[in-house]
């Protein structure tokens, strides 16, 4: 059993920067690919960022290009999501995922992601 556990989230002012953490734990955790999701209020749970766990390749979502920067420490089996300039309508909850033998065309589909983190608020005041 794989468990994913965020920590990191919290209130910033636009503008600002945070970063949220995501460790794993399971014994034989060798995920594919490991990224954040995150949902709004009222809203869809959206893809934010995802990354290859072995060669390290890292995607997008147009919103967050080149303001949001996501990394891993293979060592200690955690996946870091830097986020700098910051805007109100980043807020949402931030959720961890993790998954094993996605392609490339599935990555930003939350359905193909097995295992989930409890999620982190993240929330941006203007």
């Known amino acids: 059993q794989v468990e994913l556990v965020e920590s990191g989230g919290g209130v910033v002012q636009a503008g600002g920067s945070l970063r949220v953490s995501c460790s794993a734990s399971g014994r034989t955790f060798r995920p594919s690919a490991m990224g954040w999701f995150r949902q709004a209020p009222g809203k869809e749970r959206e893809f934010v960022s995802t990354?290859?766990?072995?060669?390290?390749?890292?995607y997008y979502a147009d919103s967050v290009k080149g303001r949001f920067t996501i990394s891993r420490d293979k060592a200690q089996n955690t996946v870091y999501l830097q986020m700098e300039n910051l805007k109100p309508e980043d807020t949402a909850v931030y959720y961890c995922a993790a998954g094993s033998s996605l392609i490339t065309s599935t990555l930003r589909n939350a359905d193909a992601y097995a295992y989930w983190g409890q999620g982190t608020q993240v929330t941006v005041s203007s």
């Open positions: 990354l290859r766990w072995s060669g390290g390749f890292t």
